[in-house]
C-alpha cells in the first residue's frame, strides 16, 4: 500500500505558511538557482517537505526530481523563518537550507538556461549565477540574505529570522 503524498502547506489566504527545504551547489564560483518560467525572481533548488520526510529525505528527492541527480548532503547551513509577501499572501515559511554536492555530472554554462523540468503544472528553469552579493541582487535571488551569506558559509548551523515584508516589483 502506497501513502498519499501531501506537502507541508497552509493555504488560508491571505495568510499562508509552507515548509521548504533549499540546497546550495557551487560551481566554478556560481551557484545553481531555479525559477518557474513565469517567475521575475530565483531561488536555490528544492521544494516542499513531505508529511512524514524528514528535510534531508526532502532535499535527496527534491534533488532527484528535478535536477535528475543524486546528491550528498555535506551539511546543514541555515534554519530560516522568513516572512514577506508573495501574490498577494502573507507569507511563512520555514526553511532548511542545505550545502550540496552533485555526485553526477550536471551542465554548466555562465549564462544560459542548463536545465528545464516540467514541476505539476509549471516549467522550471535553471541556471547558474555568480555567487557574489551583487549578482545576486541583480538575478533577485531570494531569500534575499543568500547574496551576503554567501561570502561566509556557517561552520555550524545558524538560525535566522528574516522579514523581507512586501514583495519587490
Known amino acids: 500500500m502506497t501513502l498519499e503524498r501531501h506537502m507541508i502547506r497552509l493555504d488560508r489566504k491571505p495568510q499562508l505558511f509552507s515548509f521548504r527545504v533549499a540546497g ?4 566554478n564560483d556560481h551557484v545553481l538557482v531555479q525559477a518557474g518560467v513565469n517567475d521575475r525572481y530565483w531561488a536555490l533548488p528544492g521544494g516542499r517537505a513531505e508529511i512524514g520526510e524528514t528535510s534531508e529525505e526532502t532535499i535527496v528527492r527534491e534533488m532527484q526530481e528535478e535536477l535528475d541527480r543524486t546528491v550528498r548532503i555535506e551539511r546543514l547551513l541555515w534554519v530560516v523563518e522568513s516572512f514577506f509577501g ?3 499572501y502573507s507569507a511563512h515559511e520555514l526553511g532548511f537550507y542545505y550545502l550540496l554536492t552533485l555526485q553526477d555530472a550536471f551542465p554548466f554554462h555562465p549564462e544560459n538556461i542548463v536545465h528545464r523540468v516540467v514541476d505539476g503544472p509549471s516549467e522550471v528553469v535553471f541556471r547558474w549565477v555568480p555567487a557574489k ?9 531570494r531569500p534575499a540574505f543568500l547574496g551576503d551569506a554567501l561570502t561566509r558559509l556557517p561552520e ?14
Open 133 to 141: 552579493a551583487d549578482a545576486f541582487l541583480a538575478h533577485d535571488v
Open 24 to 27: 546550495l551547489i557551487i560551481r
Open 156 to 169: 555550524t548551523v545558524e538560525h535566522l529570522i528574516i522579514n523581507e515584508g512586501q514583495p519587490r516589483s
Open 86 to 88: 508573495f501574490d498577494g
